[in-house]
């Protein structure tokens, strides 16, 4: 069974990539075939090796947490891998995470190939097991720390004119919770509003 395989990416499609090992062609369906290296360098893909009646089937990540969660993913009922490998194309571990726990089906059923049916399934099936892939920080926290911060600070001041700002655009509050605790040790506390929305709209994007 193939773990890992190193090697250079010598051909791209929208689902896969030709990875050169040894001089063998290796292909490899990837979420984002275009964000992997470009330079010629070498690049490691973690794969999960499917076997099927007619069909040796090689689906690769960059890195091991990807990997476990695609795993993860096939093993909910009606979530084959073309489905889970559209789903890691769509958003990060994290955030997929993070909207399983909430219960959110609504931004699950934006994944591709996830209707209402199987986003109660992902949440069923998954709830519970998902503690690696969620912030440290207990859900709340960082609502809590606005709130008890002194008003003139980042915390309860600029941070929380941001966040009503964000909330505005349609980002939900698990999402902020989640990147405030990515960007706060970052912080100096001197930052406006407007800065600190730029910079979690930076982390939002990434997924």
Known sequence: MIDFLRGRIVHREPDYVVLEVRDVGYRVFVPNPYALGTGGEPVVLYVHHHIREDAMMLYGFPTREEQAFFRMLIEVPGIGPKMALGILASGRPEAIAAAVRAGDAAYLTRLPGVGRKTAQR?????????????????????????????????????WTMAREALLGLGYREYELDRVWHEIRPGLDGRETPEQLIRRALQHLDKG
């Open 122 to 158: 992902l949440i069923l099936d998954l709830k519970d097991k998902l503690a690696q892939w969620i912030p440290s920080v207990p859900a709340g926290e960082a609502e809590a720390a606005v709130s008890a911060a002194p008003s003139g600070s980042v915390a309860g001041g600029a």
